[in-house]
């Protein structure tokens, strides 16, 4: 492990890379990933698109005439002759201006040649007059073709949302599908998982299995149960942060950063929670935010009653905390890796090495077990 910062995290985020490199130098273990990666984006694919599928025809219902082909194209033929009228009516506006600077002009130079006043001036206001009313009607024109080009343009950028929802219901699509086909398919993971640590040198954290597909139910509950859990972890902390707000200068922004550091935090723990090593530290310190806490409010009663709390409802998660504070950077960069496997298709290639990854950064990071004291194991995220 590097002992600058900088390289503990490109080290922690080169990792999985590495654990990959291994696994490839294996022709059957090479053959078996490869399959079982290929195999799994395939399917995440054909059920996305029958999910897209259905959910553009839900999207389709609500102006079922604006997404045709048909629609588009007349939108884009009134955009531009809306265009064309307005540049029209400009120019024939341009031209009126003119024509109104000729006519005074005349005006003042027959009255220099002597003729009479009265008449020049009575051509003169006549020929205003009617440039006048040209040029109202240029103008009525000119308005008119800018509120048909500025409703064509409205179309237009509904269409763009309409474009958008349509990705966006393909991404999720995308994301339900591979949820779907990775809680299915999760014993192949297992088994490449358990080939990689032994292949790398760190004890195996699963039994050996028969891998098939299957769903298993108590995955699931837990998972649901894991993701609820840190749901309201990470809630614990808002209070906090939003009268950090209330109290100190530039809030609104600090409460944006604090929030996000804060969630950061707590992913780069539930990374290193992928591996059973986290979880297994018998008597861990409380983590920093809660030291924190109890030494800014140990004069305040009524204060401390929610540090009891939360002490009480994080104290599941003190192990894999303490391994974060021991080795933060490696595991943060593992995290920014992790945050990339969350990616449709990309997790089927790269989520059988974060498991171990985790494995490799906290195996140096251990603290060392009483003497006949045994560890227990915990349950990887």
Same mark, same amino acid.
């Not at 954290?205 to 840190?230: I, Y």
């Not at 018998?282 to 983590?287: A, K, L």
């Given at each position: %492990?590097?002992?600058?910062?900088?390289?503990?995290? @490109?080290?922690?985020?080169?990792?999985?890379?590495?654990?990959l490199? !291994?696994?490839?130098e294996?022709?059957?273990?090479?053959?078996?990933?490869?399959?079982? #990666?290929?195999l799994?984006?395939?399917?995440?694919?054909?059920?996305?698109?029958?999910?897209? $599928?259905? =959910?553009?025809?839900?999207?389709?219902? @609500?102006?079922?005439?604006?997404? +045709?082909?048909?629609?588009?194209?007349?939108?884009?033929?009134?955009?531009?002759?809306?265009?064309?009228?307005?540049?029209?009516?400009?120019?024939? %506006?341009?031209?009126?201006?003119?024509?109104?600077?000729?006519?005074?002009?005349?005006?003042?130079?027959?009255?220099m040649? =002597?003729?009479?006043?009265?008449?020049?001036?009575?051509?003169?206001?006549?020929? *205003?007059?009617?440039?006048?009313?040209?040029?109202?009607?240029?103008?009525?024109?000119?308005?008119?073709?800018?509120?048909?080009?500025?409703?064509?343009?409205?179309? &237009?950028?509904?269409?763009?949302?309409?474009? &958008?929802?349509?990705?966006?219901?393909?991404? #999720?699509s995308?994301?339900?599908?591979?949820?779907?086909?990775?809680?299915? +398919?999760?014993?192949?993971?297992?088994?490449?998982?358990?080939?990689? +640590?032994?292949?790398?040198?760190?004890?195996?954290?699963d039994?050996?299995?028969?891998?098939?597909?299957?769903?298993?139910?108590? /995955?699931?509950?837990?998972? &649901?149960?894991?993701? /609820?859990?840190?749901?309201?972890?990470? $809630?614990?902390?808002?209070? @906090?942060?939003?009268?950090?707000?209330?109290?100190?200068?530039?809030?609104?922004?600090?409460?944006?950063?604090?929030? !996000? *550091?804060?969630?950061? /935090?707590?992913?780069?723990?539930?990374?290193?929670?992928?591996?059973?090593?986290?979880? !297994?530290?018998?008597?861990?310190?409380?983590?920093w935010?809660?030291?924190?806490?109890?030494?800014?409010? +140990?004069?305040?009663?009524?204060?401390?009653?929610?540090? !009891?709390?939360?002490?009480?409802?994080?104290?599941?998660?003190?192990?894999?905390?303490a391994?974060?504070?021991?080795?933060? /950077?490696?595991? %943060?960069?593992?995290?920014?890796?992790?945050?990339?496997?969350?990616?449709?298709?990309?997790?089927?290639?790269?989520?059988?090495?974060?498991?171990?990854?985790?494995?490799?950064l906290?195996?140096?990071?251990?603290?060392?077990?009483?003497?006949?004291?045994?560890s227990?194991? $915990?349950?990887?995220?």
């Amino acid at each position: %492990m590097p002992v600058n910062r900088l390289a503990q995290l @490109v080290h922690g985020a080169c990792l999985p890379f590495h654990l990959l490199r !291994s696994l490839w130098e294996d022709r059957a273990l090479r053959r078996r990933y490869l399959t079982v #990666s290929v195999l799994q984006a395939a399917a995440i694919v054909g059920l996305a698109v029958l999910f897209t $599928g259905s =959910g553009k025809q839900v999207v389709e219902t @609500v102006a079922p005439g604006e997404w +045709s082909e048909e629609h588009r194209e007349e939108v884009e033929r009134e955009l531009e002759k809306a265009r064309a009228e307005l540049e029209e009516a400009e120019a024939g %506006m341009e031209r009126l201006r003119k024509l109104q600077k000729v006519a005074e002009g005349s005006g003042r130079l027959a009255g220099m040649a =002597g003729a009479d006043p009265e008449a020049v001036r009575a051509a003169v206001e006549k020929a *205003l007059k009617e440039a006048q009313a040209a040029e109202d009607r240029r103008r009525a024109a000119r308005d008119a073709a800018e509120s048909e080009s500025e409703r064509v343009e409205r179309l &237009m950028q509904k269409r763009k949302v309409q474009w &958008m929802v349509y990705w966006a219901a393909l991404l #999720s699509s995308l994301q339900i599908a591979q949820w779907i086909v990775i809680a299915l +398919s999760r014993d192949f993971h297992t088994v490449l998982e358990r080939e990689v +640590s032994l292949r790398t040198g760190v004890t195996p954290e699963d039994e050996p299995l028969t891998p098939r597909v299957r769903l298993n139910l108590g /995955w699931v509950r837990s998972k &649901m149960k894991r993701r /609820w859990r840190a749901l309201v972890w990470f $809630g614990l902390g808002v209070p @906090v942060l939003w009268v950090a707000r209330m109290a100190l200068p530039w809030g609104r922004e600090l409460f944006t950063v604090l929030m !996000s *550091l804060w969630g950061a /935090w707590w992913f780069v723990v539930f990374t290193a929670g992928k591996s059973a090593r986290a979880w !297994s530290e018998q008597n861990p310190r409380e983590p920093w935010f809660l030291r924190g806490w109890n030494m800014l409010t +140990s004069r305040l009663p009524v204060l401390s009653v929610y540090g !009891s709390l939360w002490t009480r409802q994080t104290s599941e998660v003190f192990s894999p905390a303490a391994s974060v504070e021991r080795r933060p /950077w490696g595991l %943060m960069g593992l995290a920014v890796v992790r945050a990339l496997a969350a990616l449709p298709l990309v997790k089927c290639f790269l989520r059988p090495f974060i498991p171990v990854a985790a494995a490799h950064l906290l195996t140096g990071a251990e603290p060392a077990a009483p003497e006949g004291h045994p560890s227990s194991g $915990g349950t990887p995220g």
